[in-house]
Structure formats: structure tokens, C-alpha cells
């Protein structure tokens, strides 16, 4: 039998120190080096806060002070029953940019961070003032997409989908993980996939998503995304999100890309009113921080310093 697995599988090593941040009533595993402006960057699923390992060294040479986060319910992160609806887990963003002592940040996001990115953006367009967004959708270009490209966007959200049935989340776990390996090649573009860091970091993603009640509380924010369509609190989130966006916003996505499609992502710029950037990266698919670290790296600084 396979030990049990403790937040020391995510407690990597590495140019930066761990901590622990208290905000919005929940404990965050942080991954911090640098100074200078603040840039907070959000993992998606089913990752943790290494899946920035590329970038954060480089942004704190930079001149910057780079915080990578576990997720409320991931990592290191605390792990409550509840709190996984779009609004605490913005919250939690900008919760966690004031108890690190600033008003505000430059946010980057990649799949369930981007959205959690423009949640927060949307909602305390003051706390962030520079948005970046990897691989992910505007909430309600993506919510649009589901509706109407059943054969698209519909399709390749399927695994969502999945994730309503009780207990999927013994499904994710079972095999040692196996289904984590599964969708990350599902997602992965053809530079990264079947290499030596592909594989590296999987395992490390699989470890990680069998922390006590992580992979439970992975699914739920997914649950909360369709359970919520039709009621108040969904009708709710998509009035304040029609507000067009103030913050300053770019996205990146990956050519290939088949968890989040493109032309699913493209209509995202129509919810910006500031300055909105749109690059699509060619031969890269669900993760270019990993697929080519190098130009995400350097736009991540190109934004920020604008």
C-alpha cells in the first residue's frame, strides 16, 4: 500500500521561502521571493501554486515581489467543507493581497486562477491593477460557450460534467491518481507532452490532488459553477460580471489548447473596457508555462510594467 500523502509533497524546494497567510478566515500556502510590486499568481486545476516554478524566480529578478498560491482547498492550502463559490474564492484573492501588506497587485491567472482573475478583477477592480489570463474565460464567455458549441466547448468540458456525479472525487484519487495523468496529456500541446518535465510534474500533480479532502473540494467549485446556473446566486454573479471590466487585461492561450477552446476564450475581450490584449501562442496547448515558460514569462513582465 502507498503511504498517505502530507502537505510535505507540495512543500517543494527551491529560490523561494513557504509561508502561511490568514485571510478571509482560511490558511493559504504561499511560495514567496522578491520585492517590489506584488504579483500574485493562481494556479488552475488539477495543480498547485508549481505549476509557476519557471516563473517566479525570473519575476523576482525582475524586480518584484512574486507570490505563488495554493488555492483555497489545494496544496498546503486549509481544506474547509464549503467556501468554493466564485464569490469567497475572489475574495480570497484579494483577501490575500491586503494581508501581505499591499493594496493591490498585478493578478496573473491560468484555467481556474484566470476565472477566479476576473471574478476578482470584476468585483475589486481597485485591489488589482494588472490582469493576465492563461488558458481560461471570461466566466460568462465560458458559461455562453457551454450553452451554445455543444460539439466544441460542450464536448471538451465533459470532464466537468463528470465531476457533478457524488463522490467523483474517489474517481479522481482512484489508481493513484491515474485520471490527473489522464487529462493533463488529454491537455497537454505536443513541445511538452512526454517529456522528462511533462512527467516530472504530473506526478508531482498527482501527489498533490491525494492530500486529505483536496480532491473533494477540487470538484467543488466546478459543482457550484452548474448547480447555481438557474438559482439566485448564479443569476446574481452573472449581473455583476455583465459590468464591463476595468482593469488593465491580457490573455495568453495555447493554439491547441483543448480544455478551454480558443474561439471559446477569443470573446472574452467584449467584458473589458480598459486596455485588452488577445495573443494566441501557436503549437501550445492547456499549460504555456510549462509548454514555453520563456514568452510567458516575458509578457507576464511586459504587462506589468505597463
Known amino acids: 500500500m502507498r503511504p498517505a500523502v502530507d502537505d ?3 512543500l517543494t524546494e527551491g529560490p523561494w521561502r513557504h509561508r502561511f497567510v490568514d485571510a478571509n478566515g482560511v490558511r493559504f500556502h504561499v511560495a514567496e521571493t522578491g520585492t517590489g510590486p506584488l504579483i500574485v499568481l493562481l494556479h488552475g486545476f488539477p495543480e498547485f501554486w508549481w505549476t509557476w516554478r519557471n516563473q517566479i524566480p525570473v519575476l523576482a529578478d525582475a524586480g518584484y515581489r512574486v507570490a505563488a498560491v ?3 482547498g489545494y496544496g498546503a492550502s486549509d481544506k474547509p467543507p464549503r467556501g ?3 464569490y469567497t474564492m475572489a475574495a480570497d484573492v484579494i483577501g490575500l493581497i491586503r494581508a501581505m501588506g499591499e493594496r493591490d497587485a498585478v493578478v496573473v491567472g491560468h484555467d ?5 482573475g476576473f471574478a476578482a478583477a470584476g468585483f475589486h477592480p481597485r485591489s488589482v491593477r494588472r490582469l493576465i489570463v492563461l488558458s481560461s474565460a471570461h466566466p460568462l ?3 455562453a460557450a457551454l450553452a451554445v458549441d455543444p460539439r466544441g466547448q ?4 465533459r470532464h466537468i460534467l463528470a465531476f457533478q456525479l457524488p463522490r467523483f472525487e474517489h474517481v479522481v484519487t482512484r489508481d493513484d491518481a491515474a485520471m490527473v495523468e489522464t487529462l493533463m496529456s488529454r491537455w497537454a500541446g505536443p513541445r511538452w507532452l512526454d517529456t522528462a518535465d511533462f512527467h516530472e510534474y504530473v506526478r508531482a500533480c498527482r501527489d ?3 492530500l ?3 480532491a473533494f473540494c477540487a470538484l467543488e467549485a466546478y459543482r457550484w459553477a452548474l448547480r447555481t446556473a438557474l438559482r439566485l446566486s448564479g443569476r446574481r454573479f452573472v449581473k455583476l460580471l455583465q459590468e464591463p471590466l476595468r482593469v488593465p487585461t491580457l490573455q495568453l492561450h495555447g493554439e491547441l489548447d483543448g480544455c478551454v477552446l480558443p474561439r471559446t476564450a477569443q470573446g472574452s475581450g467584449r467584458y473589458v473596457s480598459a486596455n485588452y490584449e488577445w495573443r494566441v501562442l501557436e503549437g501550445i496547448g492547456h499549460f504555456p508555462q510549462h509548454e514555453c515558460p520563456e514568452t510567458v514569462t516575458a509578457e507576464i513582465l511586459r504587462w506589468s510594467k505597463g
Open 84 to 86: 468554493y463559490d466564485a
Open 212 to 214: 486529505p479532502q483536496a
Open 154 to 157: 460542450l464536448a471538451a468540458s
Open 112 to 116: 481556474l486562477g484566470g476565472l477566479l
Open 141 to 143: 464567455r465560458q458559461r
Open 70 to 72: 495554493d488555492l483555497r
Open 8 to 10: 510535505s509533497v507540495v
Open 208 to 210: 498533490a490532488i491525494q
